[in-house]
């Protein structure tokens, strides 16, 4: 079945709750291979869970560091081996997976390495988690841009916040995909409905 990674514009776009969104309305397990800022906080993995439901498949992250910075500073401070991306393959799953990443695309791994590079790595099409407010636009096409520079697949962009109508369409006519519009909402359930299916991205894609 496929995999999607998910990936934000920037910090507290909601990646996590739409990572979380998309599990439940795919029926997806999730993998977050790379956390970080686990002093401070149980891990994006128990947060999906809660939100989705126990029946969620999970799959253990691959690195977890303490420092709520980027992997490649966490490794640093805290004394960890520097991530390689040999090490990185996608669990084995019969349902659709949703991957995580720590942060956007250019977020440092390692001093050499970035997101983007894990992506390509593990070879699945990604989906950009962007606010729906002021600054979206710049954020958005930078991240877009970047991608495409270097041939990963894009399924599209999902805006999270407070719906802001002129912002969608001004991607729109810009050329970016808008798979959907997510409202502020306490639960996944709320807005599952607002996603369309996964069958039907991919065919929008090919």
């Known amino acids: 079945m496929p995999a999607v990674f998910v990936t934000g514009t920037d910090t507290d776009v909601g990646k996590t709750f739409v990572s979380a969104?998309?599990?439940?309305?795919?029926?997806?397990?999730?993998?977050?291979?790379v956390q970080t800022g686990l002093d401070s906080d149980p891990g994006d993995t128990k947060t999906v869970k809660e939100l989705v439901g126990k029946d969620l498949i999970t799959f253990k992250p691959q690195v977890e560091l303490q420092k709520p910075l980027a992997p490649w500073r966490a490794c640093v401070l805290e004394g960890e081996p520097f991530l390689k991306l040999e090490d990185f393959k996608l669990p084995k799953t019969n349902d659709p997976l949703i991957v995580?990443?720590?942060?956007?695309?250019?977020?440092?791994?390692?001093?050499e390495l970035i997101t983007k590079d894990l992506v390509k790595q593990i070879d699945c099409?990604?989906?950009?988690?962007?606010?729906?407010?002021?600054?979206?636009?710049?954020?958005?096409?930078?991240?877009?841009?970047?991608?495409r520079a270097h041939d990963v697949k894009i399924l599209g962009v999902i805006l999270n916040g407070?719906?802001?109508?002129?912002?969608?369409?001004?991607?729109?006519?810009?050329?970016?995909?808008?798979?959907?519009?997510?409202?502020?909402?306490s639960s996944v359930d709320e807005v599952t409905h607002l996603v369309p299916s996964l069958t039907e991205l991919i065919n929008d894609y090919n």
Request: glycine share 8%; net charge positive; aromatic share 6%.
């Open 21 to 33: 969104l998309l599990c439940k309305a795919w029926g997806a397990s999730y993998w977050k291979p």
């Open 100 to 111: 995580e990443g720590a942060g956007g695309v250019f977020v440092p791994l390692t001093k």
């Open 125 to 147: 099409p990604v989906i950009v988690v962007a606010r729906s407010q002021l600054g979206t636009l710049n954020h958005t096409l930078l991240t877009l841009e970047h991608l």
């Open 162 to 185: 407070k719906i802001d109508e002129d912002n969608c369409t001004a991607l729109k006519e810009l050329g970016v995909k808008v798979i959907c519009q997510i409202p502020l909402a």
